[in-house]
């Protein structure tokens, strides 16, 4: 039976500022993408996620970032390559430390925001997070954009890497994510998304924004865990895949 992994980023509330709902989302995926401190989450919250995490089974991934708490890691940053290896390492042993607390362990890192969006296709800067797995823990898998050069840019550095479509995000026919800042770029229509999924599990595309058709081969499906409906997104989402036929499982 064909297995497909469902993820959401989750962590993220800051002392009295609430981000999503984790217990919720923690019912219905099989890996989460836990903050690590640098563009949201704080060491209560995170290890609440965590502890959630281990008693219902979901994987755990560190969701690394630029320092950037006042622009939850989604401004463009430059850093040096000695400073962006040291934060990720940085972040990833914070996580791994909570996980353990948490009776649990980070089996993947999955960057957030901006910093996903820059080593998709900066080769330094995503040589430097490669670098920084490496470093800390060779068996983590990395997740990364499908189609995006950083897959086979990781995996020739002898990382192993799961490819990641968005459930509600429009992608342009060559198979990139539309700019949020263009009209469409973000789906809301559950009965739409599901669809969409499917198709891309079953038949390895989905519709593009202009009409045509969006190769995306991916192992692993996100439902953003920051808007008001991710909760209901998600449950409908799985739902919908698993009358497919489809399993919803882990690639860890």
């Not at 006042?70 to 040291?86: C, H, I, K």
């Not at 002898?158 to 490819?163: Q, T, Y």
């Not at 891309?200 to 081969?217: C, H, N, R, T, Y």
Request: glycine residues 10%; proline residues 3%.
């Amino acid at each position: 039976m064909p297995t497909i992994d469902l993820n959401s980023d989750l962590g993220e509330s800051f002392a009295a500022w609430k981000m999503g709902d984790d217990q919720a989302m923690l019912d219905i995926v099989s890996s989460a993408n836990v903050a690590c401190g640098f563009h949201a989450g704080d060491p209560v919250g995170i290890l609440k996620t965590l502890r959630t995490a281990a008693e219902r089974g979901v994987a755990v991934g560190a969701h690394v970032g630029y320092r950037d708490l006042a622009g939850f890691g989604r401004r463009n940053m430059d850093p040096s390559s000695e400073e962006l290896v040291g934060d990720v390492i940085y972040q990833i042993g914070a996580l791994q430390g909570l996980a353990t607390a948490a009776g649990t362990k980070v089996t993947y890192v999955k960057p957030h925001g901006a910093l996903y969006n820059t080593i998709a296709f900066d080769k330094r800067q995503a040589s430097d997070v490669i670098t920084a797995i490496m470093s800390i823990d060779s068996d983590l898998v990395l997740m990364a954009l499908a189609g995006s050069p950083l897959v086979e840019q990781a995996r020739g550095a002898g990382v192993k890497v799961v490819a990641e479509a968005f459930a509600d995000r429009a992608y342009t026919s060559d198979g990139q994510l539309l700019s949020r800042r263009e009209a469409g770029a973000l789906l809301t229509d559950t009965a739409q998304i599901t669809e969409r999924m499917i198709c891309m599990v079953e038949d390895g595309f989905l519709p593009s924004i202009d009409g045509g058709k969006a190769q995306i081969d991916a192992q692993s499906i996100c439902v953003h865990g920051d808007n008001p409906h991710a909760v209901d997104v998600a449950r409908q989402l799985r739902a919908g895949l698993e009358r497919a036929g489809l399993t919803i499982r882990s690639f860890v």
